[in-house]
């Protein structure tokens, strides 16, 4: 069975730094996606980034990267210039590429608490 | 609608009541998730439902959690008896992207007294 690990329960930053937030996931898998997910307090589960495992070229999206390293099973976050808008809770998930297997449902990290500080 | 949406928002009930918990995916995606999230925790799998087939009810906890879906629309995750340790909030998810992202509602944060 895959698992995900976020090994940070609790991360800080000052605003307009730069932070990098930690996820590693055990698969025997050769396809998979894996994301980050952010939840503010309203709860609300946003996208914020996604890494398909075939692509060796990281994702970026806006202030966001990642580090995909798929040797050591490793997908870490930068957030770039941080805003106190970025203070949530992140969690990283992996997904099978094959839908036939487990569905798509995600399997999640425990998550780490970000908080930006002025 | 644009989004996913649940309701009620929150629901706060006796020990031994039933509940049932209301999802509205954003039209068009034949999947459906329910995830459950306890305090301080990530995200459990609870079911999924993807078109006419079968439900994959492999997460559900016990046989007190059920869930419906009719067709690609609306689903009911119903518990009964509540205890507890049910208490969490019940997100639920819809997909249909070409990578399958999964697009969140707000949740149901449930209470049970």
């Known amino acids: 069975a895959q698992t995900v690990t976020q090994s940070q329960p609790e991360m800080s930053v000052q605003e307009a730094e730069t932070v990098t937030l930690s996820c590693t996931y055990d698969?025997?898998?050769?396809?998979?996606?894996l994301f980050w997910y952010k939840q503010p307090p309203s709860r609300q589960m946003i996208l914020v980034i996604r890494q398909e495992a075939y692509k060796q070229q990281n994702a970026t999206e806006n202030r966001f990267s990642v580090n995909f390293q798929k040797a050591a099973k490793s997908f870490s976050l930068k957030i770039s210039d941080s805003q106190l808008g970025d203070a949530a809770m992140y969690f990283c998930?992996?997904?099978?590429?094959?839908?036939?297997?487990?569905?798509?449902?995600?399997?999640f990290g425990q998550g780490t608490e970000l908080s930006v500080k002025p | 609608g644009a989004g996913v949406s649940q309701s009620p928002s929150n629901k706060v009930t006796e020990k031994g009541k039933d509940v049932e918990l209301r999802c509205d995916p954003i039209?068009?995606?034949?999947?459906l998730y329910w995830y459950r999230q306890r305090l301080g925790q990530g995200l459990e799998f609870l079911i999924y439902f993807q078109g006419n087939s079968a439900p994959d009810k492999s997460g559900l906890p016990s046989d007190r959690f059920s869930a419906e879906r009719t067709g690609e629309s609306v689903s009911t995750l119903t518990i009964q008896r509540t205890q507890q340790e049910d208490s969490a909030v019940y997100l639920c998810?819809?997909?249909?992207?070409?990578?399958?992202?999964?697009?969140f509602g707000p949740g149901t944060r449930l209470t049970v007294l």
């Open positions: 698969t025997s898998e050769s396809d998979y996606y």
């Open positions: 998810a819809s997909s249909g992207g070409i990578f399958g992202e999964q697009f």
């Open positions: 039209s068009g995606h034949t999947a």
């Open positions: 998930a992996y997904r099978s590429a094959f839908i036939n297997n487990q569905g798509g449902k995600l399997i």
